[in-house]
């Protein structure tokens, strides 16, 4: 085990709008998460917990402050750079899914490995051995229309 926290925060924060609509969504956080630790955010509507996961993600940029990922600072990275961390190293399971309609569940599952260089082959194995972990080996040839909201989000 590494002593470095897996994810470092410091002085994170992130402003959304301008002028009325201006807001401070995350305001000044310092957090720590060791690797193996799971951490849930919690709190109301609009108290920015999707905006502190974008940020961690590398979905959005902070105004200020810092995320470092396995001791790399991640918050100045090139958009490529950011775009390999995302595709090999984090995975989000979003609220409104975000898979492809056209797409397979197997074929959803296999699309970032193929991304990363995957072969197909290899892709395939590891979409079969990833949907039957989750209890969908039996819905793998199913589009996402065809399955329901909890199935999606597996
Ligand atoms: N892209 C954006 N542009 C402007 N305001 C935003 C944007 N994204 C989020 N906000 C605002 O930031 C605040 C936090 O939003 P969000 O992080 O989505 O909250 P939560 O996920 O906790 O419901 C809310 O007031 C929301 O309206
Ligand atoms: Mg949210």
Known sequence: MNDTPLIQVRGLTKEHGAGASWVRAVDDLDVDVPEGQTLAVMGPSGCGKSTLLHLLGGLE????????????????????????????????????????????????????????????????RR??????????????????SELSGDQRAR
């Open 61 to 124: 940029r902070p105004t200020d402050g810092e995320v470092w990922i396995a001791g790399r600072r991640t918050d100045i990275l090139s958009e490529r750079a950011l775009a390999h961390l995302r595709r090999r190293s984090i995975g989000f399971v979003f609220q409104a899914f975000h898979l492809v309609d056209e797409l397979t569940a197997a074929e959803n599952v296999e699309l970032p490995a193929l991304l990363a260089g995957r072969s197909p082959r290899a892709a395939r």
């Open 127 to 144: 979409a079969e051995s990833l949907l039957d972990r989750v209890g969908l080996a039996d819905r793998a040839r199913h589009l996402p």
